[in-house]
């Protein structure tokens, strides 16, 4: 399989590159330093070019070193993730070749009103039409609207990922490094599990569509600390904030996405997810500390 892969300098894109090139396959990147990925007729040209069999797109503007960062840049912030979908899907539409999005999980807060997580016939509750989100999510919602009607199309949710590769962009080492932290019931999505299943998505044959890919469950802030301890990783006094409130007044800009997400379509269709728990286990389990 020949794959163009949009973003792959990022966080998410380097793990989308490593599993493309350790199973085989041909990769070609292309980003905004080789062509004008914001022009239909430039990036069809290159995508023409490259004549792959699947595009994938891992670009988006996530803000450094937190969503608190969209809120000051969010022009690029808005066209990195709602924009850009928009793009891709007229480039990859025209030329007929399947491709997949990387979207995110935190369009949502909080569970279903009977406390189950939100599955992909649910429309996003953490996004500009309540008014009550980052500018952040609300992008990332924007991007899933406009690709509402796209044709071979997926779209993967992503939320928190974490590995065992100890990093600034791990969820493991980011509950760690934060000075306080805030308690909140999350899924969240083990990033080599996440981009194992996309890629099962083109060789397994998946149905187009949206797909939740977190991992099955969810588990609370004071869950994951405890888990942490007992691997023996961090021996660390854990401070949390007293309540969200504090959590906003002292380390927060914009308003965070906790929320619970059901991945049972995923796991219908044949995706390997493994279950919250047992997944950060195994990571904590082969944990490599940052040289
Ligand atoms: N990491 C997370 O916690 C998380 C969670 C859920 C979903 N996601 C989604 O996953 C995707 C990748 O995130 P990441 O963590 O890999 O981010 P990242 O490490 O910041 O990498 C972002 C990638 O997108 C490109 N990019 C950034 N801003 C852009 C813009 N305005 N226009 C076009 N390209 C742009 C960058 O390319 P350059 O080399 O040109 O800068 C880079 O390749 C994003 O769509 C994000 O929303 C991430």
Redesign the pocket.
């Known amino acids: 399989m020949h794959i163009v892969l949009?973003?792959?300098?990022?966080?998410?894109?380097?793990e989308f590159a490593r599993q493309i090139e350790t199973r085989g396959y041909r990769l070609t990147t292309v980003?905004?330093?080789s062509c004008d990925?914001?022009s239909v007729d430039s990036l069809t040209k290159v995508l023409g070019e490259a004549s792959s069999d699947v595009v994938i797109?891992?670009?988006?503007?996530?803000?450094?070193p937190n969503v608190d960062a969209c809120e000051l840049d969010k022009t690029?912030?808005l066209?990195?993730?709602a924009v850009?979908p928009g793009v891709i899907q007229k480039a990859c539409e025209s030329l007929g070749i399947p491709w997949g999005?990387?979207?995110?999980?935190?369009i949502f807060t909080g569970t279903r009103d009977d406390g189950t997580g939100f599955t992909e016939s649910d429309a996003a509750n953490f996004s500009f039409r309540q008014n009550n989100c980052s500018w952040?999510s609300g992008t990332?919602a924007l991007?899933e609207e406009v690709l509402s009607d796209a044709q071979q199309c997926y779209v993967w949710?992503?939320?928190?990922?974490f590995s065992n590769i100890d990093s600034p962009?791990n969820?493991l080492s980011k509950v760690q490094r934060y000075e306080n932290l805030l308690e909140a019931e999350n899924s969240l999505?083990n990033l080599p599990e996440y981009v194992t299943a996309c890629l099962d998505c083109f060789t397994k044959r998946v149905p187009y569509g949206i797909y939740n890919l977190t991992n099955p469950g969810s588990v609370t802030t004071s869950q994951v600390v405890a888990m942490i301890k007992e691997a023996g990783i961090s021996t660390k006094e854990f401070r949390f904030f007293n309540s969200e409130d504090e959590f906003m007044r002292l380390a927060a800009k914009t308003p965070r996405s906790n929320c619970v997400l059901d991945s049972s379509k995923a796991l219908a269709v044949g995706l390997r997810l493994t279950p919250i728990g047992a997944s950060i286990q195994q990571s904590l389990n082969d944990w490599v500390r940052e040289s």
């Open positions: 949009i973003g792959a300098t990022g966080y998410v894109g380097a980003g905004r330093s990925i914001y797109n891992c670009a988006g503007y996530t803000g450094k690029n912030c066209a990195g993730n850009l999005h990387v979207s995110s999980g935190c952040y990332k991007g949710r992503l939320r928190i990922p962009r969820y999505s």
